[in-house]
């Protein structure tokens, strides 16, 4: 009998709106999704889809406006004890898209890498802290001797490497990786993709993958949602989503990926994802069902009929 697998983050109905109380916009809508112990989850969509503000919402930096983010069996979201603030802070961390923008230009390594331990409650001595940055750089590849440098004087891997190691430091459960790759060049993001998955079996990590781009999360990631407009459409796991995708959205996102044959590139069919086309009646409207064990879509009731026959 296979043991069942721990759920080490839940969100359940999670909304996220930003402006005033009279004219809100909402950037996420009732998002429900869970994330394994061990395992690393996808979240994909375009720009402004929600799957940034998802991600800082779980690490708190925006305040979710309903719904629930569990981690761990205990609520994150909304106004939490000081000791689990705390807790929350060394065992989720983020590292982000931008690494030249996402380090603080004048500080040092050191300092940088660092800094998590001087504000969190670490009690540690100078020689400590020291043998923590030294242990925390080596772990992403970088010489002990770079902690003495500053962020401008490394290339953007590098950097995004210092950025990776700021979180190892803290020596996390879950980690959040907001499109880490995007910025950098493409014979860069193989090497931090690898990076990712060597320390996820070293040390145990959980990760929440957020990118745009499905080719690369198939390569890195156990299961994909796809949201679009604060709202996950499909989910399963990777390779189900690429041989069986559903919705309309998922298509058009796959047929936007280059084909490395550039006689297929230049007679593939380009599909574009227009919402307007789904017209839902007041009591026809869209629903979280499983097409497939696992395979998870928002369907009306003519749409999934529609999947189940198209795969049959």
Known sequence: MTAERKKLLEIEGLTVQFGSRRHPFTAV???SFHIFQGETFGLVGESGSGKTTIGRTIIRIHPASGGKVTFDGKQINGRIPRALDHEITRRIQMIFQDPMASLNERAKVDYIVAEGLYSNGFHLSKEEREK????????????????????????GGQRQRIGIARALIMEPDFIIADEPISA????IRAQVLN????????RGLTYLFIAHDLSVVRFICDRI?????????????????????LHPYTRALLSAIPQPDP??????????????CHHYGPGNQPAWRE???GHF???????????QKQYA
């Open 225 to 245: 949602a796809v949201i679009h407009k604060g709202r996950i459409v499909e989910l399963s796991e990777s390779e189900e989503l690429f041989a069986r995708p």
């Open 132 to 155: 923590r940055v030294e242990q925390a750089l080596e772990a992403v590849g970088l010489l002990p001797e770079f902690a003495s440098r500053f962020p401008h004087e490394f290339s």
């Open 184 to 187: 950098l060049d493409v014979s």
């Open 29 to 31: 809508d009732g998002v």
């Open 263 to 276: 006689v297929a590139e230049r007679h593939k069919k380009l599909l574009v994802y227009d919402p307007a």
């Open 195 to 202: 990076l990712l998955s060597e320390l996820q079996k070293a």
């Open 291 to 293: 097409a497939f064990p």
């Open 297 to 307: 879509v928002l369907a009306d009731d003519a749409e999934f009929a529609q999947y």
